[in-house]
């Protein structure tokens, strides 16, 4: 007669028939099938709240560096643009040539005149009156700052860079002065990569980005700005 052993939970733990090799692969690629999808959204999400968040910094930066251009003019007591080599085979007028392609490029559409009043620096200058103790009398001081968006091959005089939060962001302009009332500043910012993943450190790299894809637009910001004055180079 045989004796029937009652379910108990001990009888439960020494039931040691585990899964078959089938089952335990067939759990696997179940498993795998949700994991994968699931990784790649969370991949391609990082990528475009990282992505947003540069374009967003980009918006911020040029408003920062369009802000103390506008600041850095109208403070001074006058100013002039930066000395700009004329010889056609100069690296400075080639630079200023690319940076006029990329502002006049099919996918930005801004315009550059066509004048000689054309630089990628101002020198301001700001006169001041300080008092000698030694005369007893008052004196008019007068300084200049040349101030860049980039370190210029044709400077010959000590000079500072507009200053910048994302040191990261190629920079890069032009100034016009068309009449003695207005400064007209094209300001060209890009992100350190396009679409692609290819740098955007100089103003080649940003034509040949523009170029290639119409897509790479949103990963360069240029802009045109009128600066309304009443202090340009005495004499003009």
């Known amino acids: 007669m045989r004796t029937k052993v009652p379910f108990t939970r001990l009888n439960l733990f020494r039931d040691q028939r585990g899964v078959t090799l089938i089952e335990l692969l067939a759990s696997i690629f179940i498993f795998l099938a949700i994991l994968i999808p699931l990784t790649t959204v969370y991949v391609k999400g990082v990528e475009i709240y990282h992505e947003t968040t540069l374009k967003n910094q980009l918006l911020n930066e040029t408003d920062f560096v369009v802000g103390d251009v506008m600041r850095s003019i109208q403070e001074a007591s006058y100013f002039d643009l930066a000395p700009a080599d004329s010889d056609t085979v100069s690296e400075d007028y080639h630079k200023r040539d690319q940076l006029r392609q990329i502002i006049e490029h099919p996918h930005v559409g801004l315009t550059v005149p066509a004048m000689k009043q054309v ?108 600066i309304d004055v009443s202090n340009i180079r005495e004499g003009w």
Do not use: W
């Not at 091959?153 to 860079?161: H, K, Q």
């Open 119 to 226: 630089s990628t620096g101002m020198m301001l200058y700001k006169r001041e009156l300080r008092y000698d103790s030694k005369s007893g009398s008052t004196r008019s001081i007068l300084t200049r700052e040349t101030r860049y968006f980039q370190n210029p091959s044709n400077a010959s005089t000590v000079f500072n860079l507009f200053p910048r939060h994302q040191t990261s962001f190629y920079t890069d302009g032009l100034f016009v002065i068309p009449d003695d009332r207005r400064v007209i500043l094209y300001l060209i910012m890009a992100l350190p990569e396009d679409a692609q993943h290819r740098p955007l450190n100089s103003p080649a790299a940003i034509l040949a980005s523009l170029d290639a894809s119409e897509e790479n637009r949103e990963y360069i910001r240029v802009i045109r700005t009128e």
